[in-house]
């Protein structure tokens, strides 16, 4: 059978054009980095190789070398990047250069969308840097074979015009190589000086040689002859093993790029070697922008390393969840080499190792809040609501964890910390008060706040889902208790005339309390008068074991099953609308108004918690019932109010269902 009858051809999924549409398009800017991403590859495919050998002596069989070979071929207008490495079979060639199952190119595109970048510099950080051959070059050809005795070559290859093919293909060898004819404009990639320039600026620290295939002139006169060799042009040494003052920062930042497929470079980095009952060494990153998959599960942990080999791309019992963010290496001396996930569970050396790599990256982020709070401010925005989550889940690290933490608040725009917070609270203030919304914007004017306000207290805007949790966590921080503007024991202090004044506001409230108590039994638990409340009629506040009320609807949202817990609701006696209620109950005892009125009220305090109204049909018809009423009796084009008569109040009957 001819090679012709065995071709196989195979169109892109629809996502795989995009994405080659946008890479051939020029949106990236920095188009040597595809030598970067697909020497990374390369060392993936022998990290790989290393590993399973571990188990499988015999994938070594053949060619021992772990290495990369760079080949220029200036006649044919050619570069092959080639390993001998782990391999791929036929069906891997398909799936992983052909299809989304696992390049994240459709979530690549759609952040693409979302910032309309022209220059995006994401290839890699997506997982697609294959692609990034289609910047230098317009034809790609890729020979791989897979590790093993009875392994088959097969060929890839792909103009990116829509769809690749698949043939049988000669390798003696297992590995795999990739061929890309350049385009004309990009035949610099091709000198030897450029190639080594690249591998120095992005490379240096691979931890396998990189060998450059150069041109060598020997004898002299008619005796002189050129012949090719290959020539390590890398360090080839693993560079969280070097002395930290043989690295330079533009080596922590390259090689965290080649790490983490990021183009930007860390926010910071901390590198550590440990010595005692466990041997270890740590190179830990802080990303500046998060990930795609920041929320996904399966995509936390560090490398992790044994004796310089690798033993897992993302090792989650390194870090707790709420550090998934972090990116780096660790590289025990104490773990087996064929250690499992099980034993990783179990290891009292993992545990150790991570408690003081978590410890690490809380000392980084401390450095970096204090050095550099412009940097730490771009890292909270990113991971502050990640960080948090340890607050609710790891009390062993809550006092670390609450100096750390940064919220906006009544005081000014921009971010506070709680020791700052601290540091200006009043005098005779017993509390850090916050209050619990879905934006700013939505608790700014809270009603729960206003008696806050009016004594000068800083109030904290909480505004992330997971901070309902976090709170009840940290619960105090410098011995000042953490509490709710929307609970109900709000707690203030009071002076004695306050608190007579109170004692008569609860009085006055009078017949009107027990008519709010049987209109809303179905509704709230309790009815009484409020001293958090100068300006509003009303408010909802939150009883004790309760949750506010944006956590509870987010959580009905994600299908969660909540019940609604029976709220408390607070009364301003001294509101005109309340004591206007209040005359009319003693006038009328039985008026259908303040049933209208009191629903209405509810429906009012259950919109400034951040609830939803039970019928908001009912509630739109009642504001246009009052609304109609006020502008009846307002003077408007040259008509006036007649005498005695009164803008709309209480009295104003409103439509009944």
């Not at 093993?241 to 533009?250: L, N, P, W």
Request: hydrophobic residues 35%.
């Amino acid at each position: 059978m001819s090679v012709d009858t065995q071709r196989e051809t195979h169109k892109f999924q629809a996502e795989i054009n995009q994405l080659l549409n946008l890479v051939i398009n020029s949106l990236y800017s920095h188009k040597e980095i595809f030598l970067r991403e697909l020497v990374s590859n390369a060392s993936d495919a022998l990290d790989k190789l290393r590993f399973r050998s571990v188990t499988e002596p015999e994938l070594l069989e053949g060619a021992s070398e772990l290495e990369i070979r760079l080949i220029p071929d200036a006649e044919k207008g050619t570069l092959t990047i080639e390993d001998t490495g782990i391999g791929m079979t036929r069906d891997e060639l398909v799936k992983n250069l052909g299809t989304i199952a696992h390049s994240g190119s459709r979530e690549f595109l759609e952040l693409v969308a979302q910032r309309g970048q022209k220059d995006v510099n994401l290839i890699g950080q997506f997982g697609v840097g294959f692609y990034s051959a289609y910047l230098v070059a317009d034809q790609v050809e890729v020979v791989s074979r897979a590790a093993g005795k009875e392994s088959q070559a097969w060929k890839w290859a792909s103009d990116a015009k829509g769809s690749f093919t698949v043939e049988p293909a000669e390798r003696t060898t297992r590995g795999t190589s990739i061929t890309l004819h350049l385009k004309e404009d990009q035949k610099e990639f091709l000198q030897e000086w450029r190639l080594r320039e690249l591998v120095k600026q992005y490379s240096d620290y691979v931890n396998h040689p990189i060998k450059l295939q150069v041109k060598k002139t020997t004898g002299e006169g008619d005796a002189q002859k050129t012949e090719t060799a290959l020539e390590v042009v890398n360090k080839a040494s693993a560079l969280w093993q070097r002395s930290k003052s043989e690295i330079t920062d533009e080596q922590y930042q390259e090689f965290y790029k080649h790490l983490s497929h990021d183009w930007e470079p860390p926010l910071a980095w901390a590198h550590f070697r440990t010595e005692g009952n466990q041997v270890f060494t740590g190179l830990l990153f802080l990303p500046k922008n998060p990930p795609f998959d920041l929320n996904a599960a399966q995509q936390r942990g560090v490398r992790l390393f044994v004796k310089r080999v690798l033993i897992m791309d993302r090792c989650e019992e390194m870090l707790p969840q709420w550090l998934r963010f972090v990116r780096g290496v660790v590289d025990s001396d104490d773990l087996p080499l064929n250690v499992s996930r099980e034993l990783l569970q179990d290891s009292a050396v993992v545990q150790a190792i991570r408690k003081h790599v978590t410890k690490k990256t809380l000392d980084m982020l401390e450095k970096l809040a204090k050095d550099k709070p412009e940097d730490y401010r771009t890292f909270w925005k990113s991971f502050g609501t990640v960080l948090k989550e340890g607050l609710a889940v790891d009390t062993e690290y809550r006092e670390k964890l609450g100096t750390l933490v940064r919220y906006e608040s009544s005081r000014e725009e921009g971010l506070t910390s709680l020791a700052d917070y601290v540091s200006r609270m009043k005098e005779g203030q017993k509390a850090i008060y916050y209050v619990f919304g879905e934006s700013r914007k939505a608790v700014v004017d809270s009603p729960h706040l206003e008696t806050l306000k009016k004594r000068g207290y800083e109030v904290l805007y909480m505004t992330d889902p997971v901070d309902e949790w976090a709170t009840q966590g940290l619960r105090d921080f410098q011995d000042k208790p953490l509490v709710s503007a929307m609970h109900a024991d709000l707690k203030l202090e009071e002076t004695e005339e306050e608190k007579r004044e109170k004692e008569q506001r609860a009085k006055g409230l009078g017949p009107l309390a027990d008519r709010m108590k049987e209109v809303l039994k179905e509704h709230v638990r309790e009815v009484r008068v409020s001293d958090r409340l100068t300006d509003s009629p009303c408010c909802l506040v939150v009883p004790e074991g309760g949750s506010h009320a944006f956590v509870e609807r987010l959580l009905r949202e994600r299908g969660r099953s909540v019940p609604r817990v029976k709220r408390i609701l607070e009364v301003n006696p001294s509101h005109p609308i309340v004591e206007h209620l209040k005359a009319l109950q003693e006038k009328e005892p039985a008026s259908p108004q303040v049933t209208e009125w009191v629903e209405m009220l509810y429906d009012q305090a259950l919109l400034t918690e951040g609830s939803s109204v039970e019928d908001p049909n009912r509630f739109a018809r009642r504001m246009t019932a009052l609304m109609t009423e006020l502008a009846a009796h307002s003077p408007v084009k040259g008509t006036h109010t007649p005498a005695g008569a009164v803008a709309a109040g209480p009295e104003t009957p409103l439509p009944r269902n």
